[in-house]
């Protein structure tokens, strides 16, 4: 049925290969779970978890589910396949990105954010390597495997910390429960990242990373950013989650 052509991705959670469905005769990307990683079952549990909480999210800016299946343990998801760069490679090529041309991928991430809450799916990992654009400017969020559904039982435990270090919102450092206002937190950090070329926080760990973004104040942006912009970018990086729009 698939046809595996090149591998575009490989990570913690397996791998990810430009296919081709030959029943329908159309190209697909295919994440196949490896079955000889440490702790697979774990890792199976939560791929099945991406596949039930992307079904339902039908929409532009939502990479599109196609199908899910198990065979001999390994899992594979097929999704939509777009050819495109992800937000953190135009990033690394060109450093700040012009408003103008940042904006428009900025909004569409937030509308698919929004569709995906709206279905009481948190995505708990939004970050430039999960934004994927196209040629045209199209985006596509990606990556929904540590999103949390109001709706299904929890896979992680309470106080275990999800996401990435230098997205993460200071609720998720500190092992609380993420909200729709923790992706909030996550794209803000994208935005700053976008326009001051440089990420608010750094440090030589993760967890420095992640304490940085619980207890330090937010860098100011570059004063060449207009300042309604700067103000909302910076709202969006509120320590509490309810002074975020």
Not at 20 to 46: F, H, P
Request: charged share 20%; aromatic share 6%.
């Amino acid at each position: 049925r698939y046809r595996l052509d090149s591998r575009l991705a490989q990570g913690g959670m397996g791998e990810v290969w430009k296919g081709y469905d030959i029943q329908l005769g159309r190209e697909v990307a295919i994440k196949a779970l490896r079955s000889d990683m440490t702790n697979a079952e774990a890792k199976l549990r939560r791929l099945r978890a991406e596949a039930h909480n992307s079904a339902n999210l039908a929409h532009p800016n939502i990479a599109a589910l196609f199908e899910y299946y198990e065979h001999d343990g390994i899992g594979f998801l097929i999704m939509e396949y777009v050819p495109s760069k992800s937000l953190a490679d135009l990033f690394h090529s060109k450093g700040a990105m012009d408003p103008i041309e940042l904006l428009p991928i900025l909004i569409q991430t937030a509308r698919g954010l929004f569709v995906a809450h709206s279905h009481g799916v948190i995505h708990r990992d939004v970050k430039p390597a999960n934004i994927m654009v196209s040629d045209t400017g199209e985006v596509k969020i990606t990556d929904f495997g540590v999103s949390y559904s109001t709706g299904q039982g929890q896979i992680t435990q309470d106080g275990m910390v999800v996401g990435t270090a230098q997205y993460i919102s200071p609720e998720q450092a500190q092992g609380q429960q993420a909200t729709p206002q923790s992706d909030i937190y996550s794209l803000g950090v994208v935005a700053y990242e976008g326009l001051a070329g440089h990420r608010p926080f750094t440090g030589t760990t993760p967890v420095d990373i992640a304490a940085a973004h619980v207890n330090n104040p937010v860098p100011p942006l570059p004063d060449s950013v207009d300042v309604q912009l700067r103000e909302f970018v910076m709202s969006m990086l509120a320590k509490d989650p309810l002074d975020r729009p």
